[in-house]
């Protein structure tokens, strides 16, 4: 790990301020995957702000029925939240779904947001990686691709969001509230704070330089069964191959919202409409501009038959 130097923030536009004063800094709360890209050289932050002090870490009731959370909240704290277990079962579930035990205790509902892919590539520093290194090449596309994106990479990087919470949020259609240098507040909507790789695979997010997350806002629960399944490799502490994220009304209409197939929580609107007609339906409208390798085309088939599993079990 290289040296770097440290400041506790004494307010979220004063981190932001700092942030943007200092090069190449870095904000830090749970540290539970910024420190993890630390120590291996992936991440080389030269300042570090500590946010953990910024009283950031509430669940709030808001007066439209919604819950805003504090960017500071824990995963384990968030997914045990009566409000939430009761009106937003789909959050509650992925949460728990995600990580371990100890590394939800330390995580934060932004850090959740913003972690970094899982890619094996992207973590060997002697493999090319545009993510890591603009221009380097992607090591991923013709090498070992069984983890990686059928949908929505491109031609510099095919690299999945390893987050389960986002694939949740992006169901719930949360937005996402940030604070800048100079005070300016902003609302986010969550399908649009994730951005596809393009040509800059490196830039993850639409968040400007310096602005913090302050927190996360759930609109009002829209009731229905909600369900998150996570397809993997064992039984914890693994990223999902596939996962699904559903919400199904007593009308047959929902939401559907999967994780482990694209570089963003991946949810298409026109798909969310073919819900009563079926999983394949469905499937054929996530995946219309589907571009899968040998190695992991299995996703798609995987995706169907895991969504049409909950859809069986919502409507009985």
Not at 48 to 59: G, K, M, S
Not at 190 to 197: C, G, K, M, V, Y
Not at 304 to 310: F, G, I, S, V, Y
Request: proline letters at 5%.
């Amino acid at each position: 790990m290289r040296a770097f130097t440290y400041e506790r923030a004494a307010s979220p536009a004063a981190a932001a301020a700092s942030a943007v004063r200092m090069a190449n800094a870095k904000f830090v709360a749970g540290g539970t995957n910024l420190l993890d890209l630390m120590k291996l050289e992936i991440e080389t932050p030269s300042h570090l702000i500590d946010v953990n002090n910024l009283a950031l870490d509430t669940i709030d009731s808001m007066d439209d029925g919604g819950l805003r959370i504090g960017a500071l909240v824990r995963n384990t704290d968030l997914a045990a939240d009566a409000r939430v277990r009761r009106d937003y079962p789909l959050l509650s579930r992925a949460l728990v779904a995600g990580a371990s035990g100890q590394l939800r205790n330390m995580a934060t509902t932004a850090g959740n947001l913003l972690q970094r892919t899982r890619c094996p590539y992207f973590y060997d520093t002697n493999q090319p990686c545009n993510k890591r290194v603009p221009g380097s090449g992607c090591a991923a596309i013709g090498g070992v691709s069984r983890q990686h994106a059928v949908v929505g990479g491109s031609k510099a990087c095919i690299a999945t969001h390893p987050s389960d919470m986002a694939v949740a949020m992006r169901a719930l259609d949360a937005v996402v509230e940030t604070v800048a240098a100079d005070g300016a507040t902003r609302r986010i909507p969550i399908a649009d704070f994730h951005r596809l790789p393009g040509d800059t695979p490196q830039i993850e997010t639409t968040l400007k330089t310096g602005e913090l997350i302050t927190a996360v806002t759930l609109p009002a629960p829209i009731g229905g069964i909600q369900q998150y399944h996570k397809v993997r490799d064992r039984a914890s502490y693994a990223f999902a191959l596939v996962s699904v994220g559903l919400i199904v009304q007593r009308d047959g209409t929902g939401r559907v919202a999967l994780g482990g197939v694209a570089h963003k929580p991946w949810r298409v609107e026109a798909a969310d409409r073919e819900l009563p007609h079926g999983a394949k339906a469905v499937a054929g409208k996530l995946f219309a501009d589907a571009h899968p390798t040998e190695e992991n085309a299995y996703k798609l088939t995987l995706a169907q038959r895991t969504l049409a599993a909950l859809l069986a079990d919502a409507r009985a």
